[in-house]
């Protein structure tokens, strides 16, 4: 099996590039740097995929994970292989505990979140697609099996692809099981003499004629089980959490209702009349205070008059901010008609009705 190093790599990068673009656009606390990392261990066996009577191995690791949407993760994977140089070389033997070592990049994808939507803590089972590359090393002590000769180690890049079977457990969903079938290709096929001559390609020879058909082994598949903690977030979970629209309303309210030290755009509004012989008194953007035209207008009212009051405000702004203003508008009126001697006998603070509304309170006479 030949495999391209390079178009292996524009692969990996599209996948990843892929998955980030389709990463749900929902909003989610527990997002910081140190948020949503985990760590997990992780062993099984080891097979070669070229001679299914090829021994097994076994492998054991350490994964190291970030969350970066609860669709997109990043894995960050330290291998070990032991009596599992047969599934790479066909006659050599290491002697070694431990017959190769890997460092993996993966990237994560969550398939459940991905199709189903993420509802704010993980499902109990879920399904992940994992594909990234990374570097091995095989270690041989001895030469062609010659223990008078040095070490030759091969440093190999290896792309590895599988799926994650998990199984979130726990009161938080704080611990995950997982199963790990997944396949690892090499990208060369060995060709240097030091490889052939350790085993790393198998030669078979036709004595009658001396031809020599020679290759080797470029795919292993491995399943293990794996243990991950999840360690908790700055939400007070252990993942992602949906941020609560209701919070999110209210905290833009609280934005809102902070008094505006400038306005940028000025609306300029005429003069309204409600009706002959009634006062319209007219307000400032997001102020409630009298001016002195207002002022002159309400001393045109005769003490003793009774009147109503209906305040508005602008469309610009929070509802139930614009609600308070109209409010204020109006308590700011009856305040200095009572000062007058004038019955305010009715309030109504009505904020922004409509899109025409206006920043004005209509004083009709009763």
């Known amino acids: 099996m030949l495999i391209n190093f390079k178009n292996m790599k524009k692969i ?8 980030m673009a389709m990463a749900t656009s929902a909003q989610y606390t527990g997002h910081k740097f140190f948020d ?8 099984g066996v080891s097979s070669n995929l070229h001679d299914w009577d090829t021994p097994n191995g076994g492998v054991a690791g350490i994964n190291f994970t970030k969350g970066i949407t609860p669709v997109l993760s990043l894995e960050f994977q330290l291998q070990a292989g032991f009596n599992d140089d047969a599934n ?3 006659f050599q033997r290491s002697k070694n505990i431990v017959d190769n070592a890997t460092v993996m990049a993966n990237t994560k994808i969550n398939l459940m979140n991905w199709f189903c939507g993420y509802k704010g803590t993980p499902r109990t089972f879920e399904v992940q697609a994992r594909g990234g590359v990374g570097y091995m090393r ?4 001895n030469f062609a099996g010659n223990p008078t000769k040095g070490g ?7 792309f590895k692809f599988g799926l994650d079977f998990d199984f979130n457990f726990g009161a938080d969903k704080a611990w995950t099981f997982s199963l790990r079938p997944a396949v690892i290709l090499k990208t060369s096929r060995d060709n240097d003499p030091a490889a052939v001559a350790m085993g790393y390609r198998r030669t078979i020879c036709d004595y009658n004629d001396g031809s020599c058909l020679a290759y080797g082994h470029n795919a292993v598949g491995q399943i293990t089980g794996c243990f991950t903690y999840h360690f908790k977030t700055s939400n007070g979970t252990h993942h992602f959490a949906e941020v609560n629209a209701t919070e999110v309303t209210k905290v833009v309210e609280k934005i809102v209702e902070k008094p505006v030290e400038k306005v940028v755009e000025k609306v300029v509004e005429k003069v309204v009349t409600k009706n002959v012989g009634n006062v319209t008194v007219e307000f400032a953007q997001n ?9 002159a207008k309400l001393n045109a009212i005769e003490k003793g008059t009774v009147v109503v009051l209906d305040g508005y405000a602008s469309p610009e702004g929070n509802k139930s901010y614009n609600q308070k203003l109209s409010q204020r508008r109006c308590d700011a ?8 001697g004038v019955n305010v006998s009715d309030v109504n603070a009505h904020g922004a009705a409509g899109q025409e509304s206006q920043r004005v309170v209509y004083v009709t006479i009763k």
């Open 12 to 19: 990996t990068l599209v996948i990843a590039m892929f998955a």
């Open 36 to 43: 949503n990392w985990s760590i997990g261990v992780e062993g």
């Open 88 to 90: 790479w070389n066909w």
């Open 138 to 141: 095989v270690f041989f002590p």
């Open 152 to 158: 030759n180690d091969l440093n190999r890049c290896v």
């Open 287 to 295: 102020k409630a205070t009298l001016s002195n035209t207002a002022k």
């Open 333 to 340: 009126v009856k305040a200095y008609l009572q000062e007058r």
